[in-house]
């Protein structure tokens, strides 16, 4: 203690080593964003092919090298650090496999067909917009994905919103609000597995934390979207026979599978461990499917075996024929193989995260954010903005989402606040941002997959930036945010609520 304040030694002067000047640390961050422009604009949608993965590489390479030639930090330290940091993630890469696992199974069983097939006709054009969001929500969070969803409910939306002589920026707005908020909330989403494992927070933990800030802004979001859609003037039915005709012809639709996802809620509020939950949900649709959808494994092996067939959908592709191209596309999933770039893209921007911490540069920006951080609310607000300065610079969600952790993470232990705090903080930041980023490769993505630019759609997707804003409201009115210091920022403790 000094002066009243908790003092720690940083980890660099601990083992002897100087802390890099702030202008020095902060060069990989501009090597890594230098790359990632380039990246983006040789690659575009496809720079999390590969792409990004060689910025962070060559980003980390310039901070060894920096490190080692000017600081004479050993290898050895590099070794340990990136050892011990894949080591923390290493169950959140066998979680992933299994959302792989998961997200195919839900599929072929007929899990997210039958949510599609019964949430599509509940729409009427006064509440296209609030229907939009909400199918948007369900399959996205049925998914995982707010690519795939976007890339196929949310084409076919637009279609019928335009037919209907709604505004293609409003429909858009939407799809995106619906799409992303599942983003977040799926136990299936990668982002969100990422902000819980960059930040060290059990997935489940961190996303029923989510829920006091997400709900409340995407109950916001339906309330604009609903009195927008009352001033609709009534129009031709919406064409939803495509969807219904297709599903049905093609899966057998039946309410019985929604009991696995009944049952996988009941998991995760009896706060099983996520990876249990995963994999038993995962085993619980492959009997689903051999029940109810055999036509359908037999199909996707080119044979009689239906064990062979679900052994594909859990590792593998699959393609599954329902007579219309956009099905086809909705009903495809990746396996366990599908999740493998994700896989890629998280061990470069671990080893990335590594260096910067064993080099102490990672140290020496947070001593400069620290420096401006007084209470509760500048902490959350300083995350917010990091968060959205990050993905304005790399052009990347994931990157965004690990960087912002690790500028964070012993900040917040150090001013003893949770770790689910950080990462519902580095979510309602970094992840729902960068689709209103023309330059981030979600807002280049998305705009080009619905053809509508991002700046047009920016100011209808209500959830997106009322994210950040309502994560910095909570974090004012402090409910559920606990503090085990007793004197943190050099004050008096905030007290729980």
């Known amino acids: 203690m000094q002066n009243g304040k908790r003092i720690s030694v940083p ?22 964003i230098v790359f990632l422009a380039i990246v983006i604009v040789l690659f575009g949608s496809d720079s999390l092919s590969g792409g990004s993965q060689i910025a962070l590489l060559m980003g980390m390479a310039v901070c060894v090298c920096i490190s080692m030639g000017c600081y004479r930090v050993p ?21 992933l496999l299994c959302v792989g696992m998961l997200s195919g199974s839900w599929m072929v069983s007929g899990i997210v067909p039958t949510m599609i097939y019964y949430g599509v006709q509940m729409m009427s054009p006064q509440f296209f917009l609030v229907s939009s969001c909400v199918i948007c929500a369900l399959v996205s969070v049925c998914s995982g994905s707010s690519w795939t969803t976007i890339a196929t409910i949310g084409v076919a939306l637009l279609g019928i919103g335009h037919a209907l002589g709604v505004s293609e920026a409003w429909t858009a707005g939407a799809i995106i609000s619906g799409a992303y908020f599942g983003d977040k909330m799926s136990p299936l989403s990668d982002t969100t597995i990422l902000a819980s ?13 989510m829920v006091l800030t997400t709900v409340p802004t995407f109950l916001i979001t339906l309330t604009v979207f609903f009195i927008a859609g009352l001033e609709h003037e009534d129009g031709e039915q919406l064409q939803i026979g495509l969807y219904t005709e297709g599903l049905a012809h093609t899966f057998n639709i039946s309410l019985w599978t929604l009991l696995v996802p009944v049952l996988t809620g009941v998991m995760i509020a009896q706060r099983v461990p996520s990876l249990i939950v995963l994999f038993v949900s995962s085993v619980m649709a492959g009997i689903v499917a051999l029940l109810l959808q055999p036509h359908i494994l037999t199909e996707i092996a080119g044979t009689d075996s239906l064990t062979r067939g679900l052994a594909i959908t859990y590792y593998g592709a699959t393609h599954v024929e329902t007579g219309y191209a956009e099905l086809n596309e909705l009903v495809s999933t990746g396996g366990m193989a599908g999740m493998l770039n994700t896989i890629w893209l998280i061990l470069c921007a671990m080893c990335f995260g590594a260096s910067m911490v064993a080099s102490g540069m990672i140290e020496s920006l947070t001593r400069v954010i620290v420096r401006w951080v007084r209470n509760r609310v500048s902490l959350v607000s300083s995350t917010v903005g990091t968060g959205i300065f990050l993905n304005v610079c790399t052009g990347d969600q994931f990157i965004s989402i690990v960087l912002n952790a690790d500028i964070y993470k012993e900040v917040y232990r150090e001013q003893g606040y949770e770790s689910r705090l950080l990462s519902r903080t580095t979510e309602d930041a970094a992840t729902v941002t960068s689709v209103l980023i023309p330059w981030n490769t979600c807002g280049m993505t998305q705009s080009t997959v619905l053809g509508v630019p991002t700046l047009t759609y920016l100011p209808y997707c209500f959830f997106n930036y009322l994210s950040p804003l309502m994560s910095i409201f909570i974090a004012a009115t402090g409910w559920r945010i606990y503090r085990k210091t007793i004197a943190p920022f050099g004050g008096l403790p905030d007290s729980p609520r």
Do not use: C, M, N
């Not at 083992?15 to 000047?21: D, E, T, V």
């Not at 290898?75 to 979680?95: C, H, M, P, Y």
């Open 197 to 209: 494992s960059a930040t060290g927070t059990d997935l489940f933990v961190h996303i029923r934390y």
């Open 75 to 95: 290898w050895k330290r590099f070794e340990k650090q990136i050892t011990a940091t894949i080591g923390e993630v290493s169950i959140t890469l066998l979680i």
């Open 11 to 32: 980890a660099g002067e601990q083992a002897g080593l100087p802390i890099p000047h702030p202008l020095v640390a902060i060069v990989p961050v501009v090597v890594l």
